[in-house]
């Protein structure tokens, strides 16, 4: 079993900056057989891919909406993965979660098996 969970969630003005964390946890668990994802999920809205990164963090993806905004990083020896979000829009509110999977990332979160809680980010105009 995995666990996640993620931090660094707060208010925010906008053009602000903030660092998502997920940590991952589990019996025998090592995060680096693991891709990991972000995704968010605004009021009302479906649940929407922001960025992927491989299990050895060599490769990343992020969304056209986050793309030269946000960046995904993992640190396998402390079993945590990051979001840096720069310049934050009224836009980017959602509560966020980090998703684990097995084999290659992906964007569609039906692939992803181990999900956090979610963390709130709120961008105030």
């Known amino acids: 079993q995995v666990q996640l969970v993620e931090s660094g969630g707060g208010l925010v003005q906008a053009g602000g900056s903030l660092r998502l964390s997920c940590a991952a946890s589990g019996r025998t668990f090592s995060l680096s057989l693991y891709a990991m994802g972000w995704f968010r999920q605004a009021p009302g809205k479906e649940r929407e891919f922001v960025a992927a990164?491989?299990?050895?963090?060599?490769?990343?993806y992020s969304g056209d909406s986050v793309k030269g905004r946000f960046t995904i990083s993992r640190d396998n020896a402390k079993n945590t993965m990051y979001l840096h979000m720069n310049t934050l829009k009224p836009d980017d509110t959602a509560v966020y979660y980090c998703a684990a999977k097995r084999g290659m990332y992906a964007t569609s979160r039906i692939l992803y098996d181990y999900w956090g809680q979610g963390t709130q980010v709120t961008v105030s105009s």
């Open positions: 990164i491989t299990a050895s963090g060599s490769t990343a």
